[in-house]
């Protein structure tokens, strides 16, 4: 004390000085607190996204028009660092050409997807389909899936039915799906005489190599929309009638691929 009182002027800006540093370190460790407990949030918003939209209760078909998944994927795309990410031209292989393209998500219980084409028909409807290559490395060139390798059951190979929409305007269609990992209730397989491969199998997900088809429905027939956007045969006279990737439907009743994309394994 006896210091402090003969130097009473700089006894006070040392205390004044001690202050301030102590409220300077107690700020700083408030901060730092603040910014793990930020980040500690985001992790755990972007682990629990992947179970928050699989677990949601809305099915494909009460959703065709694309619109709660396309925020699903949107949201999927902000927390990239837990998924796996991959871009692929859309082919139409009548026209000879490339006429969009379309992302997949890959995460640990699902795969979820984005699909645009640029030439679609106004007032036609399309459907969207899965083609599941469960064992790649199984298939005629390892890691290369392609329709010679359906005859192979090792392939594991599971056709199912991704999402399905009437294209109103401009002929540019965005189409959005998701698959849960284990679920076959999609399954067409029965419809080529193939086995069912149990969808995308659990475990599976960053291994497989997906292919996604689209498939004309020709015009919107009144009546049967509902039936053309969520069935393979929706509003098809003869769904076999069109040999795949030969012709584009311009009839009521005609049906057929007419466009697809590969996602090879990472």
């Known amino acids: 004390m006896a210091r402090c009182d003969s130097h009473i002027k700089y006894c006070t800006i040392f205390r004044r000085q001690s202050h301030i540093n102590f409220k300077f370190i107690i700020m700083k460790n408030l901060l730092k607190l603040l910014f793990l407990i930020i980040i500690f949030a985001i992790s755990s918003c972007s682990r629990d996204s992947e179970e928050i939209i699989l677990d949601n209760p809305s099915a494909n078909l009460e959703n065709f028009d694309g619109d709660f998944k396309a925020k699903d994927f949107e949201t999927l795309e902000k927390h990239g660092r ?58 005629a060139t390892p890691g290369q899936c392609i329709d010679t390798d359906l005859g192979n059951p090792d392939t594991g190979v599971e056709f199912m039915y991704a999402t399905g929409r009437l294209i109103r305007q401009n002929g540019i269609g965005t189409f959005y799906a998701r698959l849960k990992a284990g679920d076959d209730s999609g399954s067409i397989n029965a419809l080529f005489g193939l086995p069912s491969a149990g969808g995308l199998q659990k475990g599976n997900t960053f291994n497989a190599q997906i292919d996604l088809l689209l498939r004309s429905h020709g015009p919107a027939i009144p009546g049967m929309i509902y039936e053309q956007v969520s069935g393979y045969a929706g509003g098809c006279t003869n769904p076999f009638e069109i040999p795949p990737f030969t012709e584009i439907p311009d009839e009521e009743g005609e049906c057929a691929e007419i466009e697809f994309s590969v996602h090879l394994v990472n």
Do not use: H, M
Not at 94 to 118: D, H, P, V
């Open 82 to 139: 837990y998924f796996v990410y991959s871009r692929a031209d859309v082919i139409n292989p009548i026209l000879g050409q490339t006429t969009g393209n379309s992302k997949l998500i890959r995460g640990r219980r699902g795969i979820w997807t984005r699909y645009r084409s640029n030439v679609l028909t106004s007032g036609y409807v399309y459907t969207l389909w899965w083609a599941i290559w469960n064992n790649p490395e199984n298939c």
